[in-house]
């Protein structure tokens, strides 16, 4: 990220960039450390999942004015926020699904009431679905098509080819991928997964080593009207 993202912010002239960032913290979860560090690489909002409370150090920033969402479809109560409105700017929503990932409050539904909520303007809304299931990340795409600039999938590590404008203007990919290790079982070990898949024995995970793979997702977006006017994968390699 420190390496590629200024450069590449430069290029396309970026004026916003979100990162998952629920695995930095050597795999799993997100520090403090590491959240800076993304800041200073240029990361302006930090979105997460499931994982976001491995490292507890993490938790009571998630209530402070860091830029770090939570999923927003949590459970009432829950601490940190599920969307954020960044510089007047732009809207950064993070919800979870539940297909094969948890019985989280209905992502749908949670979306309904946020966008009944929020005013007209920035009009530009990003939504980051943090999801196993393709279909339901396809089915989420559909279902916020033409109410959202943006539907990008995360959570699998798993880049998909499937970057689409909607019908209605909603830019959307089913997963950006990640930024990690390439000889890796989508960022960890190899040997440490197959150990885990062969004897169904716990095995403790580290991150693979090696040349890293850098996914992302480019979109433009009207700012007036909220339209997704383009969207293009971006991948890199480094190392
Ligand atoms: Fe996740």
Not at 77 to 98: E, M
Not at 196 to 215: A, D, E, I, Q, W
Request: a negative charge.
């Amino acid at each position: 990220m420190k390496e590629l993202l200024p450069g590449l912010k430069q290029q396309y002239g970026v004026n916003l960039t979100i990162a998952n960032a629920e695995n930095v913290a050597g795999g799993l979860g997100l520090t403090l450390a590491t959240a800076d560090e993304l800041f200073s690489a240029g990361v302006d909002v930090l979105t997460s999942g499931n994982h976001i409370w491995v490292q507890k150090e993490i938790i009571p920033y998630l209530d402070s004015e860091m830029p770090i969402l939570r999923p927003l479809n949590y459970p009432p109560g829950v601490p940190g926020r599920g969307y954020i409105v960044f510089n007047n700017q732009a809207v950064v929503i993070n919800i979870i699904g539940r297909t094969f990932i948890g019985n989280f409050d209905c992502p749908f539904r949670a979306m309904d009431k946020l966008l009944a909520e929020l005013g007209p303007k920035p009009a530009v809304i990003i939504a980051d679905f943090h999801a196993e299931a393709t279909s339901e990340k396809m089915a989420m795409g559909r279902y916020l098509d033409g109410r959202v600039s943006a539907v990008l999938g995360t959570h699998t590590h798993v880049g998909t080819i499937d970057a689409q404008l909607l019908p209605q203007g909603t830019a959307y990919v089913t997963d950006i991928g990640m930024t990690g290790p390439i000889d890796s079982v989508i960022g960890d070990d190899t040997d440490a997964v197959l150990d885990r898949f062969l004897s169904m024995m716990p095995h403790r995970l580290t991150v693979g080593k090696g040349k890293v793979t850098f996914n992302a997702i480019l979109i433009r977006v009207d700012e007036e009207t909220g339209r997704a006017t383009g969207i293009e994968r971006i991948n890199r390699e480094v190392g």
